[in-house]
């Protein structure tokens, strides 16, 4: 049994139906809203699919700039601006309000990478646009428009956009970044590593190109994030994660 989709053509004037659900959730949903639809269908046509990149490049940034680890420190009663290195990331947040604090934030700032590039997944097959959306999402983390541009890390955003583009890969990551962190209880030595990692990753699991490029653009842009934490871990005055003693603001 086939389902179809019901919407208003401006330009005709009329409503028509747009293809069927009912397969598998990504394909029978990008089946209604994308050109590549049965035969006999309409598409949206060149100007929809405007519109449609336009709204997830932006949803995807504005979700980005959301600044999970300011508002769940203020639930705590800590401003983590002003706490250790300043940084709204899941490290600081650690330091200035504890572990559940912590977790709720990496928690967020994953959930902000991952649902912009599902609905993105959803409602296109252009992978170059979903790789965009994704890396839209990660720049809203760092420059968030909430916050004077001025944001975190981009760390847990773009594990979520990894996750969200190949849910198993960026499974893998998300676990080594863990395990290095857990060894060396260093935050940004995981951070660091995981950068250098995702590209071999994604290129060897055979993903689409434009995915792998994200992973080489992303990657270079929380890289740049975190040098001055390379630095310190190169000079050995890097913070361990759970410090909790003032420190310079090499670390977030």
Not at 24 to 47: D, H, K, M, Q, W
């Amino acid at each position: 049994m086939k389902l179809y989709l019901r919407v208003a053509d401006w330009s005709a004037g009329r409503s028509v139906d747009y293809c069927v659900l009912g397969g598998p959730l990504f394909s029978s949903v990008r089946e209604c809203l994308n050109p590549s639809i049965p035969a006999g269908r309409p598409s949206l046509g060149y100007t929809g699919r405007a519109m449609l990149y336009v709204l997830l490049l932006l949803g995807g940034y504005v979700l980005g700039s959301v600044p999970t680890g300011l508002l769940v420190g203020r639930i705590y009663g800590v401003d983590v601006r002003r706490v250790g290195s300043g940084n709204i990331g899941m490290a600081n947040v650690l330091r200035a309000a504890g572990k559940l604090a912590a977790a709720l934030t990496l928690l967020g700032d994953m959930l902000k990478g991952f649902l912009p590039v599902v609905a993105a997944r959803l409602l296109s097959e252009n992978e170059w646009m979903i790789a965009a959306v994704a890396l839209a999402t990660v720049a809203g983390h760092c420059w968030p428009i909430f916050l004077q541009f001025k944001g975190g890390k981009g760390v847990a955003t773009g594990a979520g956009t990894s996750i969200g583009l190949a849910p198993v890969v960026g499974l893998v990551l998300f676990a080594f970044w863990w395990a290095v962190v857990l060894v060396s209880r260093y935050t940004s030595l995981g951070a660091i590593l995981v950068m250098v990692v995702s590209p071999i990753a994604f290129l060897l699991s055979e993903q689409p190109v434009p995915y792998v490029l994200y992973t080489l653009v992303g990657g270079a842009l929380v890289l740049w994030r975190h040098r001055e934490n390379a630095r310190a871990l190169l000079n050995g005055t890097e913070r361990k994660i759970g410090k909790t003693t003032e420190d310079d603001a090499h670390v977030g």
